[in-house]
């Protein structure tokens, strides 16, 4: 039997939180799919996720009915209706700026195109790059970044670039109709109230980390004294 989806109600907002558990839910979806598992039930997401069945529940009653109470959901039914929701059952045209180290690397990863981001275009101002072959991509010159977005059709850009020349190039991405920015420049950006923004800021991360060691350190020093 087909799940049946619905539109969130527009006066009901979805929250971040929301949306990433979504996405924790078809990761944890796929690999009961690959453990053959036909249902599974909200305690079991849960369990998985360390969350509660009613957290679960909550979530995706925003989109619709799911499940057969005393059945569960049905795997690979609820994956493919997350991934309609999250909208990663198409693909996206993605375009990344900055081939240096990190963006280099996320040309490489293999889990972008699994999910439906396509990267079809990559730019960068080194002349010693502009015009080789990387990935199979052809490097293009930043110079003309509005110009060949549009041409391409690129719905999603990619930002690998130093903090200094971010909002630069951001502004020429805005210019070129681009909704959808994912940053790894360590800086705020501004953009239009209708441009979606997602910052990746690894080197908070990584003091975040550092913060959590060095105070539990600190309180085990406590605790044995």
Same mark, same amino acid.
């Given at each position: 039997?087909?799940?049946?989806?619905?539109?969130?109600?527009?006066?009901?907002?979805?929250?971040?939180?929301?949306?990433?558990?979504?996405? $924790?839910?078809?990761?944890?979806?796929?690999?009961?799919?690959?453990?053959n598992y036909e249902?599974?039930?909200?305690?079991?997401?849960?369990?998985?996720?360390?969350?509660?069945?009613?957290?679960?529940?909550?979530?995706?009653?925003?989109? *619709?009915?799911? *499940?057969? @109470?005393?059945?569960?959901?049905?795997?690979?039914?609820?994956?493919?209706?997350i991934a309609s929701?999250?909208?990663?059952?198409?693909?996206?045209?993605?375009?990344?700026?900055?081939?240096?180290?990190?963006?280099?690397?996320?040309?490489?990863?293999?889990?972008?195109?699994? /999910?439906?981001?396509?990267?079809?275009?990559?730019?960068?101002?080194?002349?010693?790059?502009?015009?080789?072959?990387?990935? *199979?991509?052809?490097?293009?010159?930043?110079?003309?970044?509005?110009?060949?977005?549009?041409?391409?059709?690129?719905? $999603?850009?990619?930002?690998?670039?130093?903090?200094?020349?971010? /909002?630069?190039?951001?502004?020429?991405?805005?210019?070129? *109709?681009?909704?959808?920015?994912?940053?790894?420049?360590?800086?705020?950006l501004r953009v239009?109230?209708?441009?979606?923004? @997602?910052?990746?800021?690894?080197?908070?991360?990584?003091?975040?980390?550092?913060?959590?060691?060095?105070?539990?350190?600190?309180?085990?020093?406590?605790?044995?004294?």
């Amino acid at each position: 039997m087909a799940i049946p989806t619905k539109k969130p109600d527009k006066k009901r907002r979805i929250s971040e939180s929301t949306i990433h558990r979504l996405s $924790l839910y078809y990761r944890a979806l796929t690999l009961l799919e690959k453990e053959n598992y036909e249902t599974v039930s909200s305690k079991e997401l849960a369990r998985r996720e360390k969350l509660t069945p009613a957290q679960v529940r909550k979530d995706l009653s925003f989109f *619709g009915s799911f *499940g057969t @109470r005393g059945l569960g959901y049905p795997v690979n039914e609820l994956k493919n209706k997350i991934a309609s929701i999250l909208g990663i059952d198409r693909t996206w045209r993605v375009a990344l700026v900055g081939v240096g180290n990190i963006g280099s690397a996320l040309v490489s990863y293999k889990e972008f195109m699994k /999910q439906g981001f396509q990267i079809v275009k990559l730019f960068d101002n080194d002349q010693r790059k502009i015009g080789s072959n990387h990935k *199979g991509i052809i490097v293009s010159d930043i110079n003309n970044l509005e110009k060949e977005l549009k041409e391409a059709g690129i719905e $999603l850009v990619i930002l690998a670039v130093p903090a200094t020349v971010a /909002q630069y190039i951001v502004d020429n991405v805005v210019k070129a *109709g681009v909704k959808a920015i994912l940053n790894f420049a360590p800086v705020n950006l501004r953009v239009p109230d209708d441009v979606y923004l @997602r910052n990746e800021n690894m080197s908070m991360e990584l003091e975040y980390l550092s913060f959590a060691l060095v105070n539990n350190l600190s309180q085990k020093r406590v605790n044995e004294g």
